[in-house]
C-alpha cells in the first residue's frame, strides 16, 4: 500500500527558511506524482503543491507561490519542500501525500504529517 | 482565488441518510474531476471518494459521490457513530492550475 514519513518540523523565527522531507517506502516512488498539503491549527485543509512522477511539472498554490518550493529525489525515494521567508500564517501540521495512479490529483497514502511553527 | 465551497456543519442519527453539497465553478467542479476525503480526529485525511463517485477498495458502499454540472454531494448512508468526522471536497482548478479544497464539513452524528 506504502508509507510516507515526513521530517523536518520546527520551531522558527519569521522569515526564516525550512525544508522539509518526505521518505516514501513500500511502493514505486518513482512512478508517482505527491503532494504536500497543510493543516493550521484549528483550521480546514489547505493544499500546498504537486509534482509530477518525473519532477518536471510543479504546480503551487498561490499563498506559497514564489516562497515555497517542491521537489523530488527518486534515487532517494525522497520529497522535499523548502519553504522560504516563513510567516506566522505558515504554521501548521504539513502532510505529504501520494497522488492516486489514475488521477493524479487525489491522493490515496498520506504521512502522520509534521508539524512547523513559526513564531518570534 | 477561486473557491470550493461546502456547508460547515451537518449532522443525522444513527442509521439516517446525509448529504453533504459542495459548490465550485466552471474552471474546476464544472470541468474537472471532484474527490473526497475523510479527516478522522487527530488523523491524516483519508479518500473517500474519487472521479466523482469512485470508491477506493476498503471504502463502504454506504458511501456514494455524484456530480451535476458546478456541484457535487457526498451520500451518507446507514449513518454510524463512527462517520463522525470532518469531510472535505476538492477539484482540480484548470485555470489556476491548483487542487483546490473546501473548507471541510463537521459531520456530527446525535
Known amino acids: 500500500q506504502g508509507q510516507l514519513v515526513e521530517f523536518g518540523g520546527g520551531v522558527v523565527q519569521p522569515g526564516t527558511s525550512l525544508r522539509l522531507s518526505c521518505v516514501a517506502s513500500?511502493?514505486?516512488?518513482?512512478?508517482?506524482?505527491m503532494h504536500w498539503v497543510r493543516q493550521a491549527p484549528g483550521k480546514g485543509l489547505e493544499w500546498v503543491a504537486l509534482?509530477?512522477?518525473?519532477?518536471?511539472?510543479?504546480y503551487h498554490a498561490d499563498s506559497v507561490k514564489g516562497r515555497f518550493a517542491i521537489s523530488r529525489d527518486n534515487s532517494e525515494n525522497t520529497l522535499y519542500l523548502q519553504m522560504n521567508s516563513l510567516r506566522a500564517e505558515d504554521s501548521a501540521v504539513y502532510y505529504c501525500?501520494?497522488?492516486?495512479?489514475?488521477?493524479?490529483?487525489?491522493?490515496?497514502?498520506w504521512g502522520k504529517g509534521t508539524t512547523v511553527t513559526v513564531s518570534s | 482565488q477561486s473557491v470550493v465551497t461546502q456547508p460547515p456543519s451537518a449532522s443525522g442519527t444513527p442509521g439516517q441518510r446525509v448529504t453533504i453539497s459542495c459548490s465550485g465553478s466552471s474552471s474546476n467542479i464544472g470541468t474537472s474531476y471532484v474527490f473526497w476525503y475523510q479527516q478522522l480526529p487527530g488523523t491524516a485525511p483519508r479518500l473517500l471518494m474519487y472521479r466523482n463517485s469512485q470508491r477506493p477498495s476498503g471504502v463502504p458502499d454506504r458511501f456514494s459521490g455524484s456530480k451535476s454540472g458546478t456541484s457535487a454531494s457526498l451520500a451518507i448512508s446507514g449513518l454510524r457513530p463512527e462517520d463522525e468526522a470532518d469531510y472535505y471536497c476538492a477539484a482540480w482548478d484548470d485555470s489556476l492550475r491548483v487542487v483546490l479544497l473546501g473548507g471541510g464539513t463537521k459531520l456530527t452524528v446525535l
Open positions: 501525500a501520494r497522488g492516486l495512479q489514475d488521477y493524479n490529483k487525489a491522493s490515496d497514502v
Open positions: 513500500a511502493f514505486n516512488f518513482r512512478g508517482y506524482a
Open positions: 509534482i509530477s512522477f518525473d519532477g518536471v511539472n510543479k
